[in-house]
């Protein structure tokens, strides 16, 4: 007996509209900027939150300065944290490595029992002590502390109280069931790069694996994304030295290789016309694929 011809199924179908606009640069070249207008303008902003919040927090204690602390008197601190980490990369660190004849252990990670806080305002910084474990936190964030400055010049702190999230978009709701896949760490060109497993994700998101229920799935998946750790480059090319034409390829292949896997995914994100380039075929109907390491490498290398 004959089987059935295979039931056809149709992508489900997403609005997409790219709001990338407001982040590109337009022609603004590097002439020694520095971060430290981005740091004020967020403490100016997030200050306003802060301090709307002492009053039902803390409505006993007076809001300060680094500056203006008194030791042993309880008030309310508002700034901006800044994590000194022992283990943090440093240029003169990478400058000994490369001079010393014995080489040093690269740490698993940057995290490090001695790391300590530091709390800074306009008018100066402080260290921290007290109920503010430093793992918790990273550089950037900023705080409301109450707590005390100390004889020994910290300051102890008692209660944290951060601004929480901004008010939330209210997204409309849909009935029916639709999927983003999110995809990082694919690392081609490493050593743990598996290209099957690569090859096997690409056959499920486009319908080619599985039977009709899994088939069923891979047909409401509405974007893909690769969010980051595409591709390896070995570390010996990237110590800013020049890289020799004979090495060249080297750093390509891992790209080309990547572009080439993708392409087997049909591309219809509006990128400018000079970059859209792919028009795979594809078996299951439109589905959109917004990466990172898009399709116009293939145009400069």
């Known amino acids: 007996k004959t089987p059935p011809p295979p039931v056809a199924m149709e992508r489900k179908q997403a609005d997409y509209s790219n709001l990338d606009e407001r982040y590109t640069i337009q022609g603004e070249r590097y002439q020694g900027q520095q971060y430290s207008h981005i740091y004020y303008t967020r403490l100016h902003h997030m200050r306003t939150l802060l301090h709307a919040l002492v009053p039902s927090r803390k409505p006993h204690l007076p809001v300060t300065t680094v500056l203006g602390l008194e030791e042993g008197k309880d008030c309310v601190l508002v700034g901006t944290l800044y994590k000194h980490m022992k283990l943090k990369p440093s240029i003169l660190d990478e400058y000994s490595k490369e001079r010393s004849a014995i080489p040093l252990v690269k740490p698993h990670n940057f995290m490090h029992s001695d790391d300590n806080l530091i709390l800074e305002d306009e008018s100066g910084r402080v260290a921290l002590a007290g109920a503010i474990p430093p793992a918790a936190y990273v550089t950037g964030v900023v705080v409301a502390l109450h707590g005390k400055e100390t004889s020994a010049g910290n300051f102890l702190v008692e209660d944290v109280m951060e601004a929480g999230l901004p008010p939330q978009t209210v997204l409309p709701s849909i009935n029916e069931d639709k999927y983003v896949v999110f995809v990082s760490g694919l690392s081609v060109g490493s050593s743990t790069f598996n290209p099957l497993q690569f090859q096997l994700l690409i056959d499920h998101i486009t319908g080619h694996l599985g039977d009709e229920n899994e088939q069923a799935i891979a047909s409401k998946i509405v974007r893909v ?67 990172f390491l898009c399709s116009w490498w293939r145009h400069y290398l």
């Open 225 to 291: 994304v690769v969010a980051g750790n595409s591709v390896h480059i070995a570390p010996r090319f990237l110590n800013g030295q020049t890289v020799a034409a004979k090495d060249q390829p080297r750093i390509a292949e891992p790209i080309k290789e990547l572009d080439i896997m993708l392409t087997q995914v049909k591309l219809f994100y509006p990128f400018p016309s000079k970059f859209a380039s792919l028009t795979a075929p594809f078996s299951v109907v439109d589905l959109d694929v917004i990466y």
